[in-house]
């Protein structure tokens, strides 16, 4: 663990408790003599703190030091996904943090199960886990759409990962990559998107989306 992600950070004194307290004293059985690196996601600090007093549900930290540490590699690269399995995203969200890409845009195709509803919370546990173990100071952007008709109104010089396309290269860190669910994308949405440059992966089989989309961020990669 890189750090502790706290919202609270930078205060003088801080209270630990619920799913910090475990993680830091009972899964990685932290002693009261150690310092803990914490950091709130609003600034470009890290927070260092010791132990003042641990209880069996909480422990109380005291500031210690603040470092500034500026932003060495900058997010790049705008993934846009059509609604999958949420299970699937969930897989899906550590990699694209952990690589660096800046922004995911998910939204609900035609082909994709209406049932499925987004737990934002939950996305951001997951990234922010993440983030304590890759060491990411600024987290994976999420944003939600409801119809590619959205997405096309705030994203009109996407380009898109489907089949007869040309070979997907290296995508530029300001390119925005639009991948669809299992199945592809409908007759109506084809239609919407005749006007956009299509890619493929010429050597690979057919692919699931969660494989499209780890691949297709891993060509903003340099």
């Known amino acids: 663990m890189q750090f502790l992600i706290h919202e609270e950070s930078g205060n003088e004194i801080i209270n630990l408790s619920g799913d910090s307290y475990n993680h830091i004293f009972k899964s990685r059985r932290t ?38 540490i500026p932003l060495h590699n900058k997010p790049i690269g705008h993934i846009i996904l059509a609604i999958i399995d949420i299970k699937e ?23 994709s199960q209406k049932s499925f509803t987004i737990n934002n919370q939950r996305f951001q546990k997951i990234l ?40 997907l290269g290296l995508l530029s860190s300001t390119d925005s990559l639009l991948i669809g669910c299992e199945g592809g994308f409908s007759d109506k949405e084809r239609k919407m998107l005749r006007d956009k440059k299509i890619y493929s992966i010429k050597n690979a089989n057919i692919l699931k989306a969660q494989s499209a989309t780890m691949y297709g961020a891993s060509r903003f990669m340099r």
């Open 128 to 167: 922010h886990a993440s983030s304590e173990q890759c060491g990411r100071i600024t987290t994976l952007e999420i944003e939600i759409l409801n119809n590619l008709q959205e997405v096309l109104s705030l994203y009109n010089n996407l380009v898109v990962l489907d089949f007869n396309g040309e070979e």
């Open 31 to 68: 002693k009261q003599s150690q310092i803990i690196n914490l950091r709130n996601l609003k600034d470009l600090n890290l927070y260092s703190y010791e132990i003042i007093n641990i209880d069996r549900k909480s422990a109380t930290l005291r500031l210690k030091n603040t470092t500034h």
């Open 89 to 111: 995203i969930e897989k899906i969200l550590p990699f694209l943090n952990e690589i660096n890409i800046k922004k995911l845009t998910l939204f609900y195709a035609d082909f």
